[in-house]
Structure formats: C-alpha cells, structure tokens
C-alpha cells in the first residue's frame, strides 16, 4: 500500500474492551483488528503522521442504554451498557499497541447525546474537533479501521467523505456488530457508493 503521508491520517475507531470478546457490547472477533491496525500506524509513525484513537466515552446512564428504560426513537438503536467513563470496559483492548497514537478522541460523553462519528455527534452538528484537526495538520486523506464497521466506523467514513477527505477503509481491520442482521452488509455497500476505497 503507497501511502502519502505527509496528507494521511489514520484513525483507530473504538477498539476497546466493551467491543472485543468478554466486553458487554462484544463484536465478533472484534480484538482481531488489533494487529493489523498496529501495523499500519507503526508505519505512519515512523513517517510522523497522526494517529488518531477514538473512544466511545459515555457516562452511566447515557441515553444509548437500554436499561435507561427508555424508548427509543425510529431507526434508533439501544445498546446494553458499554464503555462507560473510567471502567475496565472504556479501556483500550490490550492488543491495541497506543505508542503510535498521537491523538485520543472521545466521544458520547453527554448524558442525552450519543456520537458514533468521530467527526459529529448524532445530532450531525455538534463536532468533535477532529476534522479542524487534521485540517491544521494538512491532512486530505483518512485511513480507517477499528469497531464497529456498522457503527462507529460508518459514520465516522460516511462523514469523512462528507468533509472532503479522501477515505480508504482497511477490510481487514473492521468488525460489525451486524445487527439488525444485514446492517454490515448494508454499511459497506453504502460506504462504497459514497466514493470510500474498501482495501
Ligand atoms: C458503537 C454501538 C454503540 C461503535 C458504539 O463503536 O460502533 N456501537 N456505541
Ligand atoms: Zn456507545
């Protein structure tokens, strides 16, 4: 893989214990993206291009909790409790290698607001700063893997594009959630018209 990288970034979507095997919200095989996460941005940091770790990061309670007892609205989805704020389960997975990281992003961190994008929160508005970042830095291309490919890493790629950047999704280093089943499915197919680069 050629990689440009005084205009990369890559971005290491939500690879933490919650999402990986034993977490409460586990994704199949989700601490197999570990590896070939790490050696990707073993390589951009030895070119000294930004790494960017992304955290879901929700207090307890947060309104994405089913067992807030709430109803969720149309299209919305409810999830056990997960990643919540300081806990084990927040915590990088092990096998995620964090030297390289130059930057860590939480996300989901209000009460009555969740955010799968790395870039916006689910309202579409509120951002993150990600994207003022990696403008300050030069960066027009974003390279992404991580959890969930039917969450997270979708909306963060959906958005990616929406902004301009040129996006390139690392196969191998996705898993989804695939629920409701066919949502992987779906998700790729999507990314993929929307002019994403699935390597
Ligand atoms: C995610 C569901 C709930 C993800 C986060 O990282 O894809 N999925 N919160
Ligand atoms: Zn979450």
Not at 24 to 49: C, H, Q, T, W
Not at 98 to 103: F, H, N, Q
Not at 142 to 171: E, H, I, P, Q, R
């Amino acid at each position: 893989m050629d990689i440009n990288f005084q205009k990369s970034a890559l971005l290491e979507i939500d690879v933490q214990n919650d999402f990986c095997p034993g977490g409460s919200l586990a994704v199949a095989d989700g601490d197999k993206v570990a590896a070939p996460l790490n050696e990707i941005a073993r390589r951009f940091a030895a070119a000294g291009a930004p790494v960017i770790a992304t955290q879901d990061w929700h207090p307890a309670g947060h309104c994405s909790f089913a067992s807030t007892g709430r109803t969720p609205d149309e299209n919305e989805v409810l999830w056990p409790d997960h990643c919540v704020q300081g806990t084990a389960g927040a915590a990088f997975h092990p096998d995620l290698d964090t030297r390289p990281v130059t930057l860590i992003v939480r996300k989901g961190f209000r009460q009555s607001m969740d955010s799968y994008s790395a870039f916006f929160e689910n309202d579409r508005k509120t951002a993150t700063g990600l994207a003022a970042y990696l403008s300050g830095l030069g960066v027009d291309t974003v390279y992404l893997g991580g959890l969930a490919t039917d969450y997270c890493v979708f909306f963060s790629a959906m958005d990616a594009v929406k902004l301009k950047f040129t996006v390139y999704l690392l196969g191998a280093a996705v898993r989804g959630v695939n629920y409701p089943e066919g949502s992987v499915e779906k998700a790729l197919k999507a990314m993929e018209s929307s002019g994403v680069t699935v390597l």
